[in-house]
T-cell receptor, first 114, second 114 residues
Framework: NAGVTQTPKFRVLKTGQSMTLLCAQD?????MYWYRQDPGMGLRLIHYSVGEGTTAKGEVPDGYNVSRLKKQNFLLGLESAAPSQTSVYFCASNGPGLAQETQYFGPGTRLLVL | AQSVTQPDIHITVSEGASLELRCNYS??????LFWYVQSPGQGLQLLLKYFSGDTLVQGIKGFEAEFKRSQSSFNLRKPSVHWSDAAEYFC????????????FGKGTHLIIQP
């Protein structure tokens, strides 16, 4: 059981470039999330998904798109990267129901936009 | 809107001393409360969680937290800290069903003095 994995671990982009961050979970979880972490800001929710084929906006969705084509994968896309998107990105997942409220986090992806 | 306040940005504690990290939340319904720990360059690890029932919850690594509805607080405690406890600590609140993601506080950076 690998839990939640994220690819890549680190990436440097130039302003205007695009990229996709991949999150994969092997726990058969319904819900998946993308957060960004910035110094002194804690974690903020970007987008989330409550099941395959569904996505919804979180607190800070602008500049990002997501897709959940397969239950185990949740992709975060940056179409035209900006320096303000320099951050550490965390993916998380959990199952539905009270007993499954706990979110399990991936190791994070560090993104630097120059 | 839900929110979490961690009043202390940094806390310094001597090794072997007791620890209390403060967390206050704002949530319209019954909150689901969590404490996560993040070591430098790492992802988030769940320390403990409160859903219902006994208001004093035990977690991993000797941590405990007490839910006080009247004070809207969920403070984290440890009777004797170890140097390995130095890390960033995040309090988070979520709703039922796990669909909407978690709202995190900005974190408390714990420094352990020898």
């Amino acid at each position: 059981n690998a839990g939640v994995t994220q690819t890549p671990k680190f990436r440097v982009l130039k302003t205007g470039q695009s990229m996709t961050l991949l999150c994969a979970q092997d726990m058969n979880h319904e819900y998946m999330y993308w957060y960004r972490q910035d110094p002194g800001m804690g974690l903020r929710l970007i987008h989330y998904s409550v099941g395959e084929g569904t996505t919804a906006k979180g607190e800070v969705p602008d500049g990002y798109n997501v897709s959940r084509l397969k239950k185990q994968n949740f992709l975060l896309g940056l179409e035209s990267a900006a320096p303000s998107q320099t951050s550490v990105y965390f993916c998380a997942s959990n199952g539905p129901g009270l007993a499954q409220e706990t979110q399990y986090f991936g190791p994070g992806t560090r993104l630097l936009v120059l | 809107a839900q929110s979490v306040t961690q009043p202390d940005i940094h806390i310094t504690v001597s090794e072997g001393a007791s620890l209390e990290l403060r967390c206050n939340y704002s949530y319209g319904a019954t909150p689901y409360l969590f404490w996560y720990v993040q070591s430098p360059g790492q992802g988030l690890q769940l320390l403990l969680k409160y859903f219902s029932g006994d208001t004093l919850v035990q977690g991993i690594k000797g941590f405990e937290a007490e839910f006080k509805r009247s004070q809207s607080s969920f403070n984290l405690r440890k009777p004797s800290v170890h140097w390995s406890d130095a890390a960033e600590y995040f309090c988070a609140v979520g709703g039922g069903g796990g669909a909407d993601g978690l709202t995190f506080g900005k974190g408390t950076h714990l420094i352990i003095q020898p």
